[in-house]
């Protein structure tokens, strides 16, 4: 069973940039999907990026091009590197990962982290 510890948030002025990580206690390489969401005050909760098993990648349209995901799988950690960061980027973000495991699908979630951005 894995758990997910994420990192990085805080305070940021628009246009400005974080980086988020999120720690992973097993390796990386007996999870599936591996991914960010967000939830904002009032909002459901929403994908932001997902890294699929075999490099692909698949962004939320209203982050596209100002946000990177990518991981390190030496060091079983996921990245999430928001830059030009908008007010409507504000939400608290969940590192989300996958396993498949004997013909079932065993979710993981982080505890969140907040992000705010405000001048």
């Known amino acids: 069973q894995a758990q997910l510890a994420e990192s990085g948030g805080g305070l940021v002025q628009p246009g400005g940039s974080l980086t988020l990580s999120c720690a992973v206690s097993?390796?990386?390489?007996?999870?599936?999907?591996m991914g960010w969401y967000r939830q904002a005050p009032g909002k459901q909760r929403e994908l932001v990026a997902v890294l699929i098993d075999g490099g692909g990648t698949n962004y939320a349209d209203s982050v596209q091009g100002r946000f990177t995901i990518s991981r390190d799988m030496y060091k079983n950690t996921l990245y999430l590197y928001l830059n030009s960061l908008k007010p409507d980027d504000t939400a608290v973000y969940y590192c989300?990962?996958?396993?498949?495991?004997?013909?079932?699908?065993?979710?993981?979630w982080g505890q969140g982290t907040q992000v705010t951005v405000s001048s």
């Open positions: 097993i390796s990386m390489h007996s999870l599936n999907a």
């Open positions: 989300y990962a996958d396993q498949l495991y004997g013909g079932s699908r065993i979710d993981y």
